[in-house]
């Protein structure tokens, strides 16, 4: 396998930090995945699932960062200007379109995680992604979250992150997101996650997208994650109103582990449902009962909708 880091340019010609993984030299990928972050994750956080893929499937697999985040961060984040609709209407994009030329595979897929999953009906080119798999993604609005968190949630959207942000400049990264989150980011982000319609509210966005998909969607949630609850799924999966959806319900005792939760999928204990989406993937006929997804090894809870 070889693993090589990579600059592209977004839509605008903003600089993008990226890793692409490709699989051994007499393996010719026919298949190329990208995936997209989770706000404020680096791209490294994906190293392990994207060369497992790459090593065991010869997938052709892409990271990338998005403006403002890690290592496609300015060095000003001051004066940075971009919104957090940047990252689907320009990044988003970019990176499926160099993995297309350079890779040319005969099919193209994309896991997003978190954000990255929820905002990709948003991009302009998500007619040519063959399948998706959404990884822990989400209708943001506070109210679906679990009571136990809710309020405290809510008191980031209204008023830690709004204040932060002006006195930064940016969010710091010590609130627990990892990576500092760019002012006027964090600022949209807060205000779609104020609003019960998340960032369909917005009027100012084209939100046909998540309409007009017609692939096939396979979404994970998991029943520890106090952030992608099953309600904040299937309310960002009712969007989809034209795509095939899987559903896919998993608990920490499915895989034998005490915990999963919103960022778990991603380490190595959740192998086996590493290979159970490459096998998704894999099929050309998609699985049409539960039972044909999840036999052999029976995992989790999925239906149809």
Request: proline share 7%; glycine share 8%; hydrophobic share 40%.
């Amino acid at each position: 396998m070889t693993v090589r880091d990579i600059t592209f340019n977004a839509a605008d010609g903003y600089r993008l930090r990226g890793t692409v993984f490709l699989p051994a030299q007499d393996r010719v990928p026919t298949s190329a995945l990208v995936i997209n972050s989770a706000t404020g994750v680096h791209r490294r956080f994906y190293s392990r699932l994207a060369s497992y893929l790459s090593a065991r499937y010869g997938y052709a697999v892409l990271t990338y960062d998005f403006r403002g985040i890690a290592e496609s961060r300015p060095h000003n984040l001051r004066s940075f200007t971009a919104r957090i609709r940047d990252w689907p209407l320009l990044d988003m994009p970019a990176a499926t379109e160099w993995l297309a030329q350079e890779i040319r595979p005969r099919r193209l897929f994309v896991l997003g995680h978190s954000a990255g999953g929820n905002l990709i009906g948003l991009m302009p080119n998500l007619a040519v992604v063959d399948d998706v798999i959404l990884i822990a993604a989400q209708l943001g609005y506070w109210r679906l979250w679990p009571r136990s968190i809710r309020y405290l949630l809510a008191a980031n959207w209204y008023l830690a992150i709004p204040v932060l942000s002006r006195i930064f400049g940016y969010v710091p990264a010590w609130l627990g997101a990892g990576q500092h989150w760019p002012g006027r980011i964090a600022r949209e982000l807060a205000r779609w996650c104020r609003h019960p319609e998340y960032l369909f509210g917005d009027p100012s966005l084209d939100r046909t997208g998540y309409e007009r998909y017609a692939g096939q969607i396979l979404s994970l949630t998991f029943e520890d994650d106090p952030h992608a609850t099953c309600a904040a799924n299937d309310s960002l999966l009712a969007r989809f109103s034209n795509a095939s959806v899987t559903r896919w319900h998993v608990s920490p005792h499915d895989v034998g582990v005490p915990k999963i939760g919103h960022f778990g999928f991603f380490r190595p204990f959740c192998e086996p449902l590493w290979e159970q989406c490459a096998m998704w993937l894999a099929d050309d006929q998609q699985p049409t009962t539960s039972a044909d997804f999840l036999d052999p090894p029976r995992l989790g809870e999925a239906h149809h909708g």
